[in-house]
């Protein structure tokens, strides 16, 4: 755990750049290191976990699974993305919960990629976690005996309590009585609160509202309201995930061609401003929201009512 630990530090600190810069990321094209700093935890208390994935651009990584990291309890804290022209690394921190009372074992916890252009999938693996679970209490001195008190008192008579008991189940019965006669609908009032909006119309109302703006912001702004559909939509961790995670979920694969074609696009000129500084013309400005009211309007066919 300890070599994990340093190799995860040396990964951490290692500068990036993207797109072609001087510093590149380490050359492994599928890796995955968990880091967990404490070697013994305590039932209940947050220590820090570490999760990095890397990967050669060249691969569809699959979509990451807290899951795999049962029986822990995860809290996210940071999500860094760092790409270059050859590869992309994923870092994870969370504050991390053993609710056990004795060991936790963690097996080998799989990273599976498949080649962009079709192909078996590859599957890697971290090494195996074990964690030392710290009693809150020590087994040779668990404190001293709580020791009874003095005599106790004569337990008052129950008489008043039944008489109370009766007079209250009178009471319950007269009001269910009343609530199971049949109630007259008050004149006006509807009958059914009105139904909130489907996300595909929030989405399409919401991206009609960045028409009027320019430059990247809109660009960004318009991903990140499709990124929000499209968890509403597919249930995926889309907001929280990189281009890679979210055209890797199953329930994106299911869609047609075109329309993973035209998703990729749109998160992926976002990624270029973000990541490239890349300066987005007029032009892109307006095919990009022109794009994402399509996706929108598309895939809404089998949207949840």
Same mark, same amino acid.
Request: hydrophobic residues 45%; glycine residues 8%.
């Given at each position: 755990?300890? &070599? ?19 510093? $590149?990321?380490?050359?492994? &094209? ?10 013994? !935890? ?9 999760? %990095?994935?890397?990967?050669? =651009? ?21 999500? !860094? ?6 590869? %992309? ?5 969370? +504050? ?35 964690? =030392? ?11 001293? /005996?709580?020791?009874?008190?003095? /005599? ?23 009001? @269910? ?20 909006? @489907? ?6 109302? +919401?991206?009609?509202?960045?028409? #009027?703006? &320019?430059?990247?912001? !809109? %660009?960004?702004?318009? #991903?990140?309201? !499709? ?9 995926? +961790? ?25 998703? +990729?696009?749109?998160?992926?000129? #976002? &990624? =270029? ?26 895939? $809404?066919?089998?949207?949840? #009512?």
């Amino acid at each position: 755990m300890k &070599d994990v630990g340093l190799l995860l530090a040396v990964l951490l600190v290692v500068p990036v750049t993207c797109c072609g810069g001087s510093s $590149a990321l380490p050359e492994k &094209d599928q890796w995955i290191g968990i880091e967990v700093l404490e070697e013994r !935890v305590e039932p209940g208390k947050a220590f820090p976990l570490t999760v %990095v994935r890397i990967w050669n =651009r060249e691969l569809a990584a699959a979509a990451w699974d807290e899951g795999l990291l049962a029986p822990l309890d995860l809290r996210l804290e940071a999500f !860094v993305l760092d790409e270059d022209e050859h590869r %992309v690394r994923e870092t994870r921190r969370y +504050r991390a919960y053993a609710f056990a009372l004795e060991d936790v074992s963690i097996p080998a916890v799989p990273f599976a990629a498949r080649p962009q252009g079709g192909g078996a999938v590859k599957i890697v693996h971290a090494p195996a976690l074990r964690l =030392r679970v710290a009693p809150t209490l020590a087994a040779t001195s668990p404190g001293a /005996p709580e020791l009874p008190g003095g /005599p106790l008192a004569e337990p008052p008579s129950r008489a008043p309590w039944i008489g109370l008991g009766l007079a209250l189940l009178v009471g319950l019965g007269l009001v @269910a009585t009343r609530w199971r006669r049949p109630r007259r609908p008050v004149a006006g009032t509807p009958a059914e609160e009105p139904a909130a909006p @489907a996300p595909h119309a929030i989405a399409l109302e +919401r991206l009609g509202r960045l028409r #009027s703006g &320019d430059g990247n912001g !809109v %660009v960004a702004a318009a #991903s990140e309201i !499709v990124r929000e559909y499209v968890a509403e939509r597919f249930d995926v +961790r889309a907001p929280y995930q990189s281009t890679e995670e979210v055209l890797a979920a199953p329930a994106i694969q299911t869609e047609a061609r075109t329309q993973r074609a035209r998703l +990729r696009e749109l998160l992926a000129l #976002s &990624d =270029r401003t973000k990541f490239a500084a890349h300066a987005v013309t007029p032009a892109e400005q307006e095919s990009h929201l022109d794009e994402a009211e399509a996706f929108v309007r598309e895939t $809404a066919r089998g949207e949840a #009512s």
